[in-house]
């Protein structure tokens, strides 16, 4: 089946400083990639939808000069948070749709990365 | 605008007992309604989805969903629940002309033996 690989799965940096997370599409070209973060017992709140090839489109309220995503191929999306900072600590996860479908209709998550900023 | 609610934080049920979380919806168009599990530091894993046709949904792990629609509610069943379901589960929705998926809160499960 369809699966996604996140790297890292946890990271820890120093503030002020900027983490990269990776999330690729192992087996399928995925032309759209999602981006969730999810706070201690929360759910899983969607930051921004990246297509290959453009600009992500954010949801309200995520800044987008402080999350940056790119997603240059077609299997292959990161997320750069910008001058990180305590309060960027969170578990981020990223999603990849697979066109051709299948049981889940082709959506598929990754592991999730752990982001402690101190 | 599409939306989920799940109406209980945390399910306890013991072992062998009937496990149900509950889900209701709001969406424009049709729904497509999801259910995953998520286990401590991972990522979410697929159980089951509604899209069109038969209202009861048979899923992953023994795990089904009932669909209703004038009560605009996607209830996760299992008949017998084993320690190991203990887990966060989530109900999501799509809306039929979109893309993204909108969760609920979640519901932490926990089965006692």
């Known amino acids: 089946g369809a699966v996604v690989s996140q790297h890292p799965s946890w990271v820890i940096c120093k503030s002020g400083t900027s983490v990269k997370i990776e999330c690729r599409s192992l087996?399928?070209?995925?032309?759209?990639m999602f981006w969730y973060r999810q706070f201690p017992k929360q759910s899983l709140m969607l930051m921004a939808t990246?297509?290959?090839?453009?600009?992500?489109?954010?949801e309200q309220g995520v800044e987008k000069d402080k999350f940056l995503i790119n997603h240059a191929s077609l299997t292959l999306s990161t997320l750069t948070v910008t001058s990180a900072h305590p309060e960027d600590s969170s578990f981020y996860i990223c999603?990849?749709?697979?066109?051709?479908?299948?049981?889940?209709?082709?959506?598929?998550f990754g592991s999730g990365t752990r982001l402690t900023v101190v | 605008a599409q939306s989920v609610a799940q109406p209980e934080d945390q399910v306890n049920v013991a072992e062998g007992n009937p496990l149900t979380v509950k889900c209701t919806y709001s969406v424009s168009g049709n729904p497509y309604l999801f259910w995953y599990v998520q286990y401590p530091n991972r990522g979410l894993q697929f159980l089951l989805k509604y899209i069109t046709g038969d209202n009861l949904v048979k899923g992953s792990y023994g795990f089904e969903a009932e669909f209703n629609k004038s009560q605009t509610s996607f209830h996760l069943k299992k008949p017998s629940a084993l320690v190991s379901d203990s887990a966060l589960y989530f109900c999501?929705?799509?809306?039929?002309?979109?893309?993204?998926?909108?969760f609920g809160g979640g519901t932490r499960v926990l089965v006692k033996p």
């Open positions: 999501a929705v799509r809306d039929g002309g979109d893309n993204k998926l909108t």
């Open positions: 087996d399928f070209q995925a032309t759209t």
């Open positions: 999603s990849a749709r697979d066109p051709a479908g299948g049981p889940s209709l082709g959506y598929t």
């Open positions: 990246s297509n290959e090839g453009s600009k992500a489109t954010y």
